[in-house]
């Protein structure tokens, strides 16, 4: 695969991990996953972490990965670039995986202390992609395998956090998100 046939990989077999948590900026409100409890003086994960945000974000990615699937085939050949479609076990893992890593991040937030809307560089961008890719691993390992080499990771990896702050400042723009991270 060329670089531009990489890129192109590892964008769209990654979109329906990045829409989510976009999703759950337009979706959230409503109560919060850890109900208000505390631990060790803070919130579990903040009132950041809600039902609706989380359900919105994954439905909202599985659609997306369910749209890409049938458009596949057309795009492919337009772009002369094989693109994936997507096993609902791969789409769910991506989409589902993503919320869980933002979930897991707020909760380590909160753990060194940092308030709901702190920035915790790094982790902000790549939380999500890390545990989306390894429950897609987990339960479509051949599918992942096929898709996911060496360099369309290293891709993601370089990618992921310049378009995760790129939507980011767009949304904090737009009004949507509270701060641009
Ligand atoms: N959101 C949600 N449920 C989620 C993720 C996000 O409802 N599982 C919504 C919330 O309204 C949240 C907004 O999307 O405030 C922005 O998401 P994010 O930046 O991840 O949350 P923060 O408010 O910054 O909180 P935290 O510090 O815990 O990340
Ligand atoms: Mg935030
Ligand atoms: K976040």
């Known amino acids: 695969m060329n670089l531009?046939?990489?890129?192109?990989?590892?964008?769209?077999?990654m979109?329906?991990?990045?829409?989510?948590?976009?999703?759950?900026?337009?979706?959230g409100g409503g109560a919060p996953i850890d109900?208000?409890?505390?631990?060790?003086?803070?919130?579990?994960?903040g009132d950041g972490k809600t039902w609706r945000g989380t359900a919105g974000g994954t439905v909202t990615g599985v659609l997306v990965a369910l749209v890409l699937s049938a458009v596949a085939p057309t795009v492919g050949d337009a772009l002369d670039v094989a693109v994936p479609t997507f096993p609902l076990a791969a789409a769910v893992a991506l989409a589902f995986g993503a919320m869980l890593g933002d979930v897991l991040?707020?909760?380590?937030?909160?753990r060194t202390g940092r308030e709901r809307g702190?920035?915790?560089p790094l982790v902000d961008q790549l939380d999500?992609?890390?545990?989306?890719?390894?429950?897609?691993?987990l339960v479509a390992p051949e599918w992942f395998g096929t898709w996911f080499?060496?360099?369309?990771?290293?891709?993601?990896?370089?990618?992921?956090?310049?378009l995760h702050v790129g939507t980011n400042m767009i949304a904090y723009q737009l009004g949507l998100k509270d701060?641009?991270?």
């Open 4 to 13: 531009v046939a990489t890129v192109v990989v590892a964008f769209w077999a």
């Open 15 to 27: 979109l329906p991990a990045y829409v989510p948590n976009n999703a759950a900026v337009l979706f």
């Open 35 to 45: 109900g208000g409890r505390t631990w060790g003086g803070r919130r579990v994960l």
């Open 105 to 110: 991040a707020s909760f380590l937030k909160r």
């Open 118 to 120: 702190a920035a915790f």
């Open 128 to 137: 999500f992609v890390v545990v989306a890719l390894a429950l897609a691993a």
């Open 149 to 162: 080499t060496l360099p369309v990771l290293a891709v993601v990896v370089v990618l992921t956090p310049l």
């Open 179 to 181: 701060e641009p991270w």
